[in-house]
């Protein structure tokens, strides 16, 4: 069955450190792929997708993700964190199921970042 | 660019009652809504997948006739939910094809 997994459930860090939140799926056909952030309290935004072309997808904030097919992963990048990127972070992909009649768009575990300033 | 707008964003309702939430395209056309559940700090799960002029595919372990699905229009997607419990209690999300999210419907059932 079509997976997202996100291997870092909770991740803390100091202001201006790097950051890498990890992302693969387990699926072997077309997806596409998206990064949502949640700041608490607060509804779901949209960080950045890749749907095809370069690989490396820059996003808003900062933020950057790499696409990596034979490894099927989507890592999230930041160069340095800020106090203001607090937040939670999901995965989700989206593809098209070949049996079973229709696409569906599904979402990881969710990583939990906190950066302290 | 694309909208989509969900109503109400919270709403009480009192156990055995019916809530329905609203989930819109504003300014496209939508022949596919994803309904979503979120429990506190927890990861959105897919609860069905609503079709314009069919049936919704629900996935497994989601009741369908508790959580009824209605996808009339191109614009319009509805989930009511039915004889509601306190269980029931959670963040509802809807989202389209490939597409934005609502806002999101906060349900507390008392």
């Known amino acids: 069955a079509q997976s997202v997994s996100q291997h870092n459930h909770h991740v803390i860090l100091s202001e201006a450190a790097s950051l890498e939140l990890g992302c693969n799926y387990s699926?072997?056909?077309?997806?596409?792929l998206f990064w949502y952030v949640q700041y608490p309290g607060q509804h779901l935004q949209l960080l950045l997708k890749?749907?095809?072309?370069?690989?490396l997808v820059k996003g808003i904030k900062g933020f950057e993700a790499e696409f990596i097919k034979s490894k099927f992963s989507f890592n999230l990048r930041k160069p340095s964190v800020q106090w203001s990127d607090t937040a939670e972070y999901f995965c989700?992909?989206?593809?098209?199921?070949?049996?079973?009649?229709?696409?569906?768009?599904?979402f990881g575990a969710g990583t939990r970042l906190a950066v302290h300033p | 660019g694309a909208v989509v707008s969900q109503h109400p964003s919270w709403v009480i309702c009192k156990s055995g009652t019916s809530v329905k939430i609203e989930c819109r395209s504003l300014?496209?056309?939508?022949?596919?809504m994803f309904w979503y559940r979120q429990f506190p700090k927890q990861s959105l799960m897919l609860m069905a997948t609503?079709?314009?002029?069919?049936?919704?595919?629900?996935e497994q372990g989601v009741e369908k006739d508790k959580f009824l699905i209605n996808h009339a229009s191109l614009t319009l997607s509805t989930l009511t939910v039915t004889s509601a419990h306190p269980e029931d209690s959670s963040f509802y999300i809807c989202?389209?094809?490939?597409?934005?999210f609502g806002q999101g419907t906060r349900l507390t059932v008392v």
């Open positions: 699926y072997g056909g077309t997806v596409n």
């Open positions: 609503s079709n314009e002029g069919s049936k919704a595919t629900y």
């Open positions: 890749y749907f095809s072309g370069d690989p």
């Open positions: 989700a992909v989206y593809a098209s199921m070949f049996s079973g009649g229709y696409n569906k768009l599904i």
């Open positions: 300014d496209f056309q939508a022949t596919t």
């Open positions: 989202s389209a094809l490939k597409g934005p």
